[in-house]
């Protein structure tokens, strides 16, 4: 099984910036990609960004130039940096991670509860 935990966020004003991070721990599997999603309360999950094992990335339009997603991987970590935060920004930012079991062969997503960004007007 494959833990996935968020950490990092908090109550930020408007303009402010914040990182928050995701981990994704176990043993006998390899991650493929890390994603960042948001979703506010009764409303669709949307994709963030996203990074590849390879480095690719991809962003919302509505974060691209404020938001940048990393990764390390020797930590299995990835980390989304939030620049110029808006109050429009306010959503739960959950993290999936998408790898293969080596056990089983097979691909997984594995997602983590989700760290709460609050952006103040």
């Known amino acids: 099984q494959v833990q996935v935990a968020e950490s990092g966020g908090g109550l930020v004003k408007s303009g402010g910036s914040l990182i928050v991070s995701c981990a994704a721990s176990?043993?006998?599997?390899?991650?493929?990609?890390m994603e960042w999603y948001r979703q506010a309360p009764g409303k669709e999950r949307e994709l963030v960004a996203s990074i590849t094992d390879s480095g690719s990335t991809n962003y919302n339009d509505a974060v691209k130039g404020r938001f940048t997603i990393s990764r390390d991987n020797g930590k299995r970590t990835t980390y989304l940096q939030m620049i110029n935060l808006k109050p429009g920004d306010t959503d739960l930012y959950l993290c999936k991670v998408r790898g293969v079991d080596h056990s089983t062969t097979r691909l997984f997503d594995s997602w983590g509860r989700g760290t709460r960004v609050t952006v103040s007007s």
């Open positions: 176990g043993s006998m599997f390899s991650t493929t990609s």
